[in-house]
């Protein structure tokens, strides 16, 4: 049975010979030279460095494309004309699923005819060789973005490659991505990766680990998106992980965001240890988005507007061109420079938004509840808690595809666009907070002359797509 407990450093070898034969380019890790490799990058290159010494919201894209070259290309051209503070390799599905021989053939084919074969960067097959070449090209802190239940070969060739920075987790890494893996394998497996993170931290070289806050993306509570959030938070930490980049995706609803980025960066602070270094990160709108560029523009300058008002450390752009699918390296640029003017103008002035502290301890209690169920089911180990809380319902994700978590939760928006939920399921929650939520979709309801149903949930789902913020009826409010 695992629990939350410090890989030995005789394990976390053993596991390192065995994960490194899985593919040919682990035979070049070598931890030591690896040390000295770190030691030698400028300090504008080292993540940690960067992202906690900022004085306003660094700007972040995703991208990611097959060959080493294009790869360069394109991030130089995010960092050059869209102004990046941060840059991205975002890792192809092979990889992320493990497949190495495929990602391979992608590879070879990409190089072959010149065409993005793959949907990422398959970064454990350029090896460590390979990824020095990218962190070497560009001038900025590069982090890894993937989407892997099982990282622990990706962790060992990309840091041993100089990235500082990667994200995911072992629930925000499942509960949205896999139907084939189990909570308490990619628990195991990620303490891995933040045990490794953590011996590169103990020598100096600071990795920074960031947990995926939107999870499904699609109309998340905050609270449960936090608790997730401190969860994986604490299983870094306990890791030997000391730069920890807390996620959240937005909701739409400015008073609701601006609450749960404010209730966020408290929680951390309160949860993790007072030697780990806290920041957050806000991810603009991860749903479906409107197939009109003008619209969509609309949609990343709410973002960019939340984030000037939150001023979360980081925020992850979107572009014109989200409806599409991958976008153009233009339109990702555009996205990354729509949301700066936004915040560059915005940031400066004294914006004051009634409801905010109100939201934000209604959230900050939600998440205390979750914590304590965790705690609870657990008897106080933070590990078998999330396992045995996500198996009775009480910790549970919207729209889940994985089998470790019920799905039952239902979200819906309130009259004002807020996020409530509508159908709670076995999750654990305070009574008074359940009729809050009940009252103000009920107040919906009301103003639109319909009884509470799942049509609401339907409806909020496509609305901002179809150009709202909330579900409304045709012809209704």
């Not at 009480?394 to 819906?412: C, I, T, W, Y």
């Amino acid at each position: 049975m695992i629990r939350d407990e410090r890989i030995p450093a005789d394990e976390l070898q053993r596991i390192d010979d065995e994960i490194r034969s899985n593919w040919s380019t682990g035979d070049a890790v070598d931890f030591e030279e690896a040390i000295d490799y770190h030691e030698s990058l400028p300090q504008r290159k080292r993540f940690a460095d960067v992202l906690e010494s900022a004085d306003k919201p660094l700007l972040q894209p995703r991208a990611g494309v097959p060959r080493l070259d294009d790869q360069i290309e394109l991030l130089e051209y995010l960092h050059g004309e869209g102004k990046a503070d941060l840059l991205p390799t975002t890792i192809d599905s092979y990889t992320r699923d493990n497949e190495y021989e495929k990602a391979q053939e992608g590879l070879e084919k990409a190089r072959d005819t010149g065409e993005d074969t793959l949907n990422g960067f398959p970064a454990v097959n350029h090896g460590v060789e390979g990824c020095r070449e990218l962190i070497d090209a560009i001038d900025a802190p590069i982090e890894v973005r993937h989407g892997t239940p099982d990282a622990r070969l990706l962790a060992a060739i990309t840091f041993a490659g100089g990235f500082q920075s990667f994200e995911g987790g072992p629930i925000s890494y499942n509960i949205p991505y896999t139907k084939r893996h189990g909570l308490e394998e990619t628990i195991e497996k990620w303490q891995f990766v933040d045990r490794l993170a953590g011996a590169y931290t103990e020598r100096g070289v600071r990795i920074n680990r960031e947990p995926f806050g939107p999870l499904t993306g699609t109309l998340v509570p905050p609270s449960i998106a936090i608790a997730i959030m401190l969860v994986e938070g604490k299983l870094a930490a306990t890791q030997g992980v000391r730069s920890i980049t807390l996620g959240y995706g937005q909701v739409g609803n400015i008073v609701q965001d601006v609450a749960a980025l404010n209730a966020l960066k408290e929680l951390g602070n309160e949860y993790l240890p007072d030697e780990v270094v806290v920041t957050t990160v806000f991810h603009e709108w991860m749903g479906g988005f409107p197939p009109d560029e003008a619209r969509a523009n609309g949609v990343i300058s709410l973002g960019g507007m939340t984030a000037s008002i939150a001023q979360p450390d980081k925020v992850i752009t979107k572009s014109p061109q989200e409806f599409q699918g991958v976008p153009t390296k233009e339109a990702n640029s555009a996205g990354l420079r729509t949301t700066r003017q936004v915040i560059d103008m915005a940031i400066e002035q004294q914006i004051d938004i009634d409801g905010i502290e109100e939201e934000q301890d209604l959230i900050e209690r939600e998440t205390r509840c979750l914590m304590d169920t965790i705690f609870e089911h657990g008897d106080g180990d933070v590990v078998q808690g999330t396992i045995q809380a996500f198996d009775s319902g009480a910790l549970d994700v919207p729209f889940a595809p994985s089998d470790s978590a019920a799905g039952a939760v239902l979200p819906a928006r309130d009259d004002d666009g807020r996020v409530r939920i509508f159908e709670w399921a076995d999750l654990e929650m305070d009574d008074d907070i359940k009729e809050i939520h009940k009252a103000r979709l009920s107040q919906r309801a009301d103003t639109e002359g319909r009884d509470q149903s799942f049509r609401m949930v339907a409806d909020d789902v496509d609305a901002i797509s179809d150009g709202k913020l909330i579900g409304r009826p045709q012809g209704g409010a």
